[in-house]
Nanobody, 116 residues
Framework: QVQFVESGGGLVQPGGSLRLSCAASRSTDTAVMSWYRQAPGKQRELVAG???????HYADSVQGRFTISRDSAKNTLYLQMDSLKPEDTAVYYCNGAIGGKILASWGQGTQVTVSS
């Protein structure tokens, strides 16, 4: 089973930027790769996804501020987060799916805190 390790989170002021990384233990070229987040007291939600074709989709709340990308040579998924808002505070997770089936158990995620 593939494993994912998220990194790059931290504390940032409103309006700031962070770049998250998700390293996979093997190739995920044929999978839809996605970033999710879970804020305290809330359910995990889909933030952004990227298809094997390179097509992307975003939650309305992050459209225009976040950019998802993937580096197949490095088996790594990225999330560039700009113009961060306090409501972006959450633990961010990555995962993949093929045919609607999630590839891996959820990892520990990486904490993003947006606060002044």
């Amino acid at each position: 089973q593939v494993q994912f390790v998220e990194s790059g989170g931290g504390l940032v002021q409103p309006g700031g930027s962070l770049r998250l990384s998700c390293a996979a233990s093997r190739s995920t070229d044929t999978a839809v790769m996605s970033w999710y987040r879970q804020a305290p007291g809330k359910q995990r939600e889909l933030v952004a996804g990227i298809f094997s074709s390179g097509g992307t989709h975003y939650a309305d709340s992050v459209q225009g501020r976040f950019t998802i990308s993937r580096d197949s040579a490095k088996n790594t998924l990225y999330l560039q987060m700009d113009s961060l808002k306090p409501e972006d505070t959450a633990v961010y997770y990555c995962n993949g799916a093929i045919g609607g089936k999630i590839l891996a158990s959820w990892g520990q995620g990486t904490q993003v805190t947006v606060s002044s």
